[in-house]
Structure formats: C-alpha cells, structure tokens
C-alpha cells in the first residue's frame, strides 16, 4: 500500500519567514495554491487515501481539507482524517515569531543554523504561562502530559516513534496520507529511513511537495518526491537558505 508524507502548503509565517512552531497561524494564498497542486499530483499517479493523519495545527488541518476536497468523486467512501498533536512542528520556543534572517543577524547564521537543524540543541525555551505555553492552550486541553516550552528534533523524534509505528502498521493494508510539518517529516524520516543524527541536519522539506513511500510484506520503499525533480531541489535549497542573513 502506499504511504504519502506532505508538509502543508506555504503558510503565513512561512511566507514571512517566521519560526512558527507550535503557533497556530493558517495557509497563505501561495499555501492554499500548493494544497490544490499536490491534490492534483496524487490523483494524477492515482494516490487514493483511505485515511489521513494531521497535527492539531490549523495549517496541517487547512491543507488536508483543500487536498482531499478534490477526491469527492474518486475516493469509495468518506476518507478518514486523524488528528494527533505528535505530529506538530517542532516547538521553538522563544524563537516563535521571529524573522529567521533578522535572528541570524543578531546571533549569527552558525548559532541559528545549530537551533534549526542540529539534532539535540533545543532552541531558547519559552517562558512558562507565555503565550507560547501550549499547557494553557485550549487546542490541548484533553492532552494529560505536560507539553514542551521548547524542542531540539531529538524530542520530537522521541514523540513521533510510536506514531509512526502504528501509521506502518495501517500501511500494510491501508493506503495512509500524512500531513504534517517540515520537522515531524524530518523526524520521521530519520526513523523510517535510518538517517543519522550527522546527516538529518541535510534534510530539507519543503512545502507542499507529496513524498511517497510503498509499504509491503513488512518492506517500506521509497519512491521519492512526486513533481519536477529541478524544482523540488530549488525548493529544498530555498528551505536551507532561509537562515542566512539578508545581504545588501
């Protein structure tokens, strides 16, 4: 059966290159284009879903609803979609809100680059009862753990696992659509993929962009990503500058 991972389309922060997290903001128009496009791209290879995984984050929640719009008329019954909060982005912490360039001009492109792409280096943690503390979120109100104030990749790596065991497992028989985050992909990625804690700074996810995955007899290969190859890799270089300081 077939797996497909998708981060969102291009959300308002994204557009205004801001560390979101956990902050819920919603798609940009360019955002809501690439959730149509990605549509698109899986019924043209005949992607059909039986079920759809989300986060809790309205940009994961608005993707999902524009792309499986578009299967009205091809799907056999209702697909089912899933919401689970391990799949959020990871949480920056006190970074949230922030424009990524500006912050690499005041610490530096190399302590930036640490905060965003390194496996075990957590960003500034919010503050506690802050407006980036998701413990007094109305969002997470039937969660009974304590949520993070802020998050290296190795935690969310920690969150996903069991996640993602049982997504592998409905594989086996279901065909299973994940839409989440540039983060939660990544964590997963390095789960399924075996990818090492080294080479996961490498990954980039961009926006929009189906990745597919065929799981079968308890073997999981990889297609790849489903689009113009050359654009994909502009797309993924642009998510790797996205720290660098502005010039001029």
């Not at 949480?91 to 005041?106: C, V």
């Not at 610490?107 to 506690?128: C, H, I, N």
């Not at 297609?223 to 797309?235: P, S």
Request: charged share 25%; aromatic share 8%.
């Amino acid at each position: 059966m077939n797996l497909i991972f998708l981060r969102h389309g291009q959300s308002i922060w994204n557009l205004e290159n801001r560390f979101t997290g956990w902050v819920d903001v919603g798609l940009s128009d360019g955002g809501v284009d690439e959730a149509l496009k990605a549509g698109n791209t899986l019924l043209n290879k005949e992607y059909v879903p039986d079920i759809c995984f989300t986060s809790y984050l309205k940009r994961s929640k608005e993707t999902a609803n524009i792309l499986l719009s578009q299967y009205a008329d091809k799907a056999k019954q209702d697909i089912e979609i899933v919401n689970d909060w391990t799949l959020n982005e990871r949480h920056y912490g006190s970074l949230q809100g922030l424009d990524k360039s500006e912050t690499a001009n005041k610490y530096g492109e190399e302590q930036v680059q640490l905060w965003r792409r390194s496996y075990d280096t957590p960003p500034p943690l919010a503050a506690k009862n802050s407006d980036f503390d998701p413990n007094n979120d109305k969002l997470y109100k039937n969660i009974n753990q304590d949520l993070p104030l802020g998050e290296s990749l190795k935690d969310v790596v920690l969150r996903v696992k069991k996640t993602i065991s049982m997504i592998l497992n409905l594989s086996e028989t279901k065909n299973v659509l994940v839409v989440a985050h540039g983060n939660s992909i990544r964590a997963i990625l390095k789960i399924i993929e075996d990818i090492s804690d080294k080479d996961i700074i490498g990954i980039n996810i961009p926006t929009g962009i189906p990745l597919a995955f065929n799981y079968q007899d308890d073997k999981l290969t990889k297609i790849g990503y489903l689009g113009d190859q050359e654009q994909i890799i502009k797309l993924q270089k642009e998510v790797e500058q996205q720290s660098r300081i502005k010039k001029g």
